[in-house]
């Protein structure tokens, strides 16, 4: 079982950067994938990014594509979202999410795949 939780949310003004980080607690964190997803006021939760048990592969919404960059470290049990070149379409609560997963299957893009979530950490994006 894991416990995440997420951070570095804030108000930040369009095309500025932000970096969001989740600190997992509990056993095999190396053996799952990992995610990013947001939820923006009024609308449903939507698949930002994610990453294999070992980092080999990573996946992305289109709408992020080349602007934001997930990453994770094993040895220190962190997941990471690089988000650059900020929109207000951005704005939303970011969440982590966490599957048991130690293979090299296909990443989902579905909320409905991940068994572990966070708490969330808002992100405004100021025009």
């Known amino acids: 079982q894991l416990q995440l939780a997420e951070s570095g949310g804030t108000v930040v003004q369009a095309g500025g950067s932000l970096r969001l980080e989740c600190a997992a607690s509990?056993?095999?964190?190396?053996?799952?994938?990992l995610a990013w997803f947001r939820q923006a006021p009024g609308k449903d939760r939507e698949f930002v990014a994610a990453i294999r048990w070992n980092g080999d592969a990573t996946s992305y919404a289109e709408s992020v594509k080349g602007r934001f960059t997930i990453s994770r470290d094993n040895a220190k049990n962190m997941l990471t979202l690089q988000t650059n070149r900020l929109t207000p379409e951005d704005t939303a609560v970011y969440f982590c999410?966490?599957?048991?997963?130690?293979?090299?299957?296909?990443?989902?893009?579905?909320?409905?795949?991940?068994?572990?979530w966070g708490q969330g950490t808002q992100v405004i994006v100021s025009s």
């Open positions: 999410a966490a599957a048991f997963k130690p293979n090299s299957g296909r990443l989902s893009n579905d909320a409905k795949s991940y068994t572990y």
């Open positions: 509990g056993r095999a964190f190396d053996s799952h994938a």
